[in-house]
Antibody, heavy 122, light 107 residues
């Protein structure tokens, strides 16, 4: 059974760095073709893809935020991470992590976490 | 980035009704189109990938079709659990982008 769960700071101040953790089970990021993506959703708005990381440590970022994003993984502990630097109020959103598999498509998210709400406020 | 436009943005419908949600891309996306359902508690569930392939476990009343720039999600007979938000997503080119969503509401 595949599960994913996001965790984060809840609230942070403008200009700080947001650190998110995705803890998953039921698959391994050391297995060929497996990946984890991050997607966010401001309250009442649509979905925005942020980044993917793959089993071979390939990383892909949304160009609109690329300079501020860093995705990484800890295969031993079944975790993936996302850091967003220099946050502002526009980064207030619910952040989701989701599994992707290259054998289906590199951008089909077939299992999602419940999401974690992050508020940027002074 | 490819822009995805969903219509309508909200749709009142009745139990048992057949409904179709449309999704138009700003350029051709070669059938690289997925659909997701989001419940009010935020839970997101995948429905369809590559235009018409049903995710395992998704009821057969859901179907997808389309080509070029125009795609659609059809629910053949609405059940109570189908009232939710629906999003399309293209992955023909990076970054993958989502439509603005369609809220399916009980009439």
């Amino acid at each position: 059974q595949v599960t994913l769960k996001e965790s984060g700071p809840g609230i942070l101040q403008p200009s700080q760095t947001l650190s998110l953790t995705c803890t998953f089970s039921g698959f391994s990021l050391s297995t060929y073709g497996m990946g984890v993506g991050w997607i966010r959703q401001p309250s009442g708005k649509g979905l925005e893809w942020l980044a993917n990381i793959w089993w071979d440590d390939d990383k892909y970022y949304n160009p609109s935020l690329k300079n501020r994003l860093t995705i990484s993984k800890d295969t031993s502990n079944n975790q993936a991470f996302l850091k967003i630097t220099n946050v502002d109020t526009a980064d207030t959103a619910t952040y989701y992590c989701a599994r992707v598999m290259v054998i289906i498509t590199p951008y089909y998210f077939d299992y999602w976490g419940q999401g974690v709400m992050v508020t940027v406020s002074s | 980035d490819i822009q995805m436009t969903q219509t309508p943005s909200s749709m009142p419908a009745s139990l048992g009704e057949r409904v179709t949600i449309s999704c138009r891309a700003s350029q051709g996306i070669s059938n690289y189109l997925n659909w997701y359902q989001q419940k009010p508690d935020g839970t997101i569930k995948p429905l369809i990938y590559y235009t018409s392939n049903l995710q395992s476990g998704v009821p057969s009343r859901f179907s997808g079709s389309g080509s070029g720039t125009d795609y659609s999600l059809t629910i053949s007979s609405l059940e109570p659990e189908d009232f939710a938000m629906y999003y399309c997503q293209q992955y023909d080119s990076s970054p993958p982008t989502f439509g603005g969503g369609t809220k399916l509401e009980l009439k």
